[in-house]
Each structure stands twice: as C-alpha cells, then as structure tokens.
Nanobody
Framework: QVQLSESGGGAVQAGGSLRLSCAAS????????MGWFRQATGGQRELVAV???????NYADSVKGRFTISRDNAENTVYLQMNSLKPEDTAVYYC???????????????WGQGTQVTVSS
C-alpha cells in the first residue's frame, strides 16, 4: 500500500558529496517520520538521520556536521545531503518512513530497496 523509492547513490572519492532522495507513494494518510539508515558489509543497520513530522531532526554522531536531512512534505519526499564523505560512509543506504495509511491505525515502518554509496580513498 505504501512504497518508498530511493535514488541518488553512487561512487565518489573521499571529500566528495552525494544527495539521496526518497519519495513515498501509495495510500498515505500522514507521515510521522522519514529518515535514513545504512548498513555496511558485515555490519548492522544503523540510524543515519531522521526527520519527524514536527520538524525535529536527529543525526548519528558520525555524520553530524557533514550530512543534512530535509523533507518536502508536499511531495512526501526526504533528502539526505552528504558532504565531506569518508570511506567509512560506504554502505547501502535505506530510506525509512513511519507512515499511517489510515486515520484509524498507528503508523508502521516502511523501507526502501536500498541504494549503494561507495566512497573511495
């Protein structure tokens, strides 16, 4: 009923920038939060950044000052601007949305398919 579509991953050298986008579509009543997680090879999925419906944001310590999350509420889209990329940022990045498709139900988590980000030294 709800789909998250990501774009913007790729390969970049250390110090470079990338911008990820994620659009939510389908039956959406409201969006509680949207954010980004990442999972490196052999590692666990970890929070990168999240934006709540009230406008507050939260970042992993490892990306503070380098990454910026933003939302276009009218388009149900979330962005992640990644600057000063480091090799340790290499991972598959997943979009996450906590979305209500009915006013009568609680929000549930939806995930995108993931997009690869590779940073070379």
């Amino acid at each position: 009923q709800v789909q998250l579509s990501e774009s913007g991953g790729g390969a970049v050298q250390a110090g470079g920038s990338l911008r990820l986008s994620c659009a939510a579509s389908g039956r959406i009543f409201s969006i509680n939060s949207m954010g980004w997680f990442r999972q490196a090879t052999g590692g666990q999925r970890e929070l990168v950044a999240v934006s709540s419906s009230g406008g507050s944001t939260n970042y992993a310590d490892s990306v503070k000052g380098r990454f910026t999350i933003s939302r276009d509420n009218a388009e149900n889209t979330v962005y992640l601007q990644m600057n000063s990329l480091k090799p340790e940022d290499t991972a598959v990045y997943y979009c996450n949305g906590n979305i209500k498709y009915s006013r009568y139900l609680s929000g549930r988590d939806y995930w995108g398919q993931g997009t690869q980000v590779t940073v070379s030294s």
